[in-house]
């Protein structure tokens, strides 16, 4: 009895010291299903946007194109697939249908598609040419497909003026998701691009029922809230079950207590803009820029998706392919190889170096079976003849990769400070990437570490017309940068 109570004791004071205790019962936490995990261990993707308005140097469809002026002679989707294996990339989104309402795929529902322009004399079909591309890399294969038609008369979310117009344009879309989620093979992620009022969820359960649904009463992954590849720090994987049902919920709406799992997807480009253009060649990121972005996404636990665009030959220009393998490489030697590692599991895990070395990184990933538990940590380096802090944080989920100044050590270590329970780690590893570049210790933008909400939207806001919303950002320049509406 005495010893029972002994037990128990040490059991609350160590509780109290660190937040948890190894005999305490896990509270109910979130946690990914199967597919959502496996969705978050490919990391990076690459999404493909082309469109009639490709050819007009617009980010829109406006319907103007003559059709008989659009052939991409050298399309080529083995040239993508490689681009996308070269930059890292272990999916593809392809832009199926933008917003205009143009399909690159052999659709029996509309002339406004692929049928009707004088590439493979309108036999061709991007959309199968691209699903065999993948599975010869070994690519996993998404499609955007565009609730907005502006040739069909659906606005955001597939919205229509009249009821009658709206039974008229479910029954279209319904056909065209059907298309392209029994035509091509199994699909990782379906877009749903500014939510979707069009009634789908039998077709998705029925035909793609492990497909990542981006957006909608569907969703099962949500929308960072930028553009520029940035999630912030914290960025929880978890969230209420209201903002889940809403389909529009964003990295602001993280909750570590949430009841629905829903990881965040980080959208960015390699240019400045979706589609490509004649005037923005000069804006093609630098891989200092990328690298940023992959540690600010990436590095933040989330799932990096960055776009590709080709030109009106079909093809993606050669200086954006470079860009994106020199980004790949570059992420492959930082991170390819480690100094030392474990993947046992533990709140608390420590790693000795053969004799004192340089580090500059810490990688820490959770076994997100058990849900996400670590609330807040610290990574220390033994240098001669005591621990000194390296770096420290609060979640960390799938991944967090940490940056510090080089520090001679001779053991490193991980402490779980806090925790909802017990925490179950994947992996612990230290790195020595010699990396000093601009972006190696730049510190998180102001309002990317704790959200500043400037102007919400909901479901209930959608609807056939745009709303215009005026921000005085002029005291936050980061945040006039964060704002952007994610309707493209």
Not at 93 to 120: E, L, N
Not at 441 to 446: K, R, S
């Amino acid at each position: 009895m005495l010893t029972a109570l002994l037990i128990a004791m040490l059991c609350v004071l160590a509780a109290a010291s660190a937040g948890f205790c190894q005999g305490e019962s896990a509270p109910r936490l979130a946690t990914p299903t199967p597919a959502q995990a496996a969705w978050q261990d490919l990391e990076v993707g690459t999404f493909i946007h082309f469109a009639p308005n490709t050819w007009t140097d617009q980010e829109g469809d406006d319907l103007s194109l003559p059709l008989e002026t659009m052939n991409p002679e050298k399309l080529d989707t083995d040239q993508w697939a490689a681009a996308a294996q070269a930059m890292g990339a272990k999916y593809l989104v392809f832009v199926a249908k933008h917003v205009g309402g143009f399909c690159w795929w052999q659709t029996d529902t509309t002339d406004y598609s692929v049928k009707s322009i004088p590439w493979r004399g309108g036999k061709g079909d991007v959309l199968a040419d691209l699903a065999e591309s993948c599975r010869e890399r070994g690519l996993k294969l998404g499609v955007y497909l565009s609730p907005c038609d502006r040739k069909h008369g659906a606005g955001v979310g597939g919205a229509c003026a009249t009821p009658a117009a709206q039974a008229d344009y479910n029954a279209l879309y319904r056909r065209q998701l059907t298309e392209v989620l029994t035509r091509y093979g199994e699909l990782c992620e379906v877009w749903f691009d500014g939510s979707n009022v069009v009634p789908v969820g039998d077709l998705l359960q029925k035909y793609a029922p492990t497909a990542m649904v981006f957006q909608g009463p569907h969703c099962t992954i949500r929308w960072v809230g930028n553009e520029e590849g940035f999630a912030p720090d914290p960025a929880w994987n978890a969230v209420s079950a209201a903002d889940a049902k809403s389909g529009v919920a964003t990295a602001r709406h993280g909750d570590p207590s949430g009841e629905v799992w829903l990881p965040n997807e980080c959208d960015a480009r390699i240019r400045n803009t979706w589609f490509w253009n004649t005037r923005n060649a000069s804006t093609l990121k630098t891989v200092d820029e990328l690298m940023t972005m992959y540690y600010r996404s990436v590095g933040h636990g989330a799932v990096l998706l960055l776009n590709h665009t080709p030109n009106t030959t079909g093809l993606l220009p050669e200086a954006d392919v470079r860009r994106g393998a020199e980004f790949g490489q570059e992420v492959r030697r930082r991170f390819g190889a480690t100094l030392a590692e474990t993947f046992k599991p533990g709140p608390n895990l420590e790693l000795a170096l053969p004799s004192p070395t340089s580090v500059d990184h810490a990688l820490v990933m959770e076994d997100l079976a058990f849900g996400e538990r670590v609330r807040a940590y610290t990574v220390e380096g033994w240098a001669g003849d005591r621990w000194v802090p390296l770096s420290s944080g609060t979640a960390v989920g799938h991944k967090k990769i940490d940056r510090f100044a080089p520090a001679e050590v001779s053991k490193v270590r991980f402490r779980c400070l806090d925790a909802a329970a017990t925490p179950k780690l994947r992996r612990f590893a230290v790195f020595s990437t010699g990396s000093r570049g601009t972006e190696a210790l730049a510190p998180t933008p102001v309002g990317a570490g704790e959200p500043h909400v400037a102007w919400t939207w909901t479901a209930a806001e959608v609807a056939t017309h745009w709303t215009t919303v005026d921000l005085d950002l002029i005291l936050q320049p980061y945040l006039a940068r964060m704002c952007s509406a994610r309707v493209s």
